[in-house]
């Protein structure tokens, strides 16, 4: 099972909106509605911000969003901020027998 | 509320057999549709998914991994318990169990570290 495929970095200026992309494949991000995004800040376990693509917990911000098309999902942060700063995994059901798959992560930088 | 914690060596030798135990509260392992799974994380690496059980003790495993991996569960005491064997420095990470609720992980431990080295 490879991991889905997300860019290494991606930076903005705070209030900007940044999109980070996660593809898959058909057997993964194509075909279920159950991808995941988290956050995860240095040192700590990472936090669930959006799951089955577009939907998020109690808590999260609305500057968070989710979207998904063919096999690539994207993750949406508008109006950036600081506390944005952190690493951030997209994660998606798999059809095979394996626990799932994560992406290769994203670091993003608030200039 | 759902929490859970890992618990476990830090340190182990090259070969060793590392046992961890994830103990949780506010959750039945016996609930249909639960879930808990073990993800690891190399410093400076992405997540890396490494076996999951579910409530009817369906067992999932990494196939890169499976050979080295064992997980089971005590619902009696809230425990999932993950064996690994003959492990080596490459498998020097940040352990962490999580909880699942159908294809979700919501709630994470605060993860534990596993240096292996001798």
């Known amino acids: 099972q490879s991991a889905l495929t997300q860019p290494a970095s991606v930076s903005g200026s705070p209030g900007q909106s940044i999109t980070i992309s996660c593809t898959g494949t058909?057997?993964?991000?194509?075909?279920?509605?159950?991808v995941s995004w988290y956050q995860q800040h240095p040192g700590k376990a990472p936090k669930l911000m959006i799951y089955?693509?577009?939907n998020r917990p109690s808590g999260v911000s609305n500057r968070f969003s989710g979207s998904k098309s063919g096999n690539t999902a994207s993750l949406t942060i508008s109006g950036l901020q600081a506390e944005d700063e952190a690493d951030y995994y997209c994660?998606?059901?798999?059809?095979?027998?394996?626990?799932?798959?994560f992406g290769t992560g994203t670091k993003v930088t608030v200039l | 509320q759902i929490t859970l914690k890992e618990s476990g060596p830090t340190l182990v030798k090259p070969t060793q057999t590392l046992t961890l135990t994830c103990t949780f509260s506010?959750?039945?392992?016996?609930?249909?549709?639960?879930?808990v799974g073990w993800i690891r994380q190399p410093p400076g690496k992405a997540l890396e998914w490494l076996a999951l059980i579910y409530w009817d003790d369906d067992k999932r495993y990494s196939p890169s991994l499976k050979s080295r991996l064992t997980i089971t569960k005590d619902t009696s005491k809230n425990q999932v318990v993950l064996t690994m064997t003959n492990m080596d420095p490459v498998d020097t990470a940040t352990y962490y169990c999580a909880h699942r609720w159908g294809p979700l992980v919501d709630y994470w431990g605060q993860g534990t570290l596993v240096t292996v080295s001798s």
């Open positions: 058909s057997s993964d991000v194509g075909g279920y509605n159950y």
């Open positions: 089955e693509v577009s």
């Open positions: 994660s998606s059901y798999t059809s095979s027998s394996t626990p799932g798959v």
């Open positions: 506010g959750f039945s392992l016996s609930t249909s549709g639960v879930g």
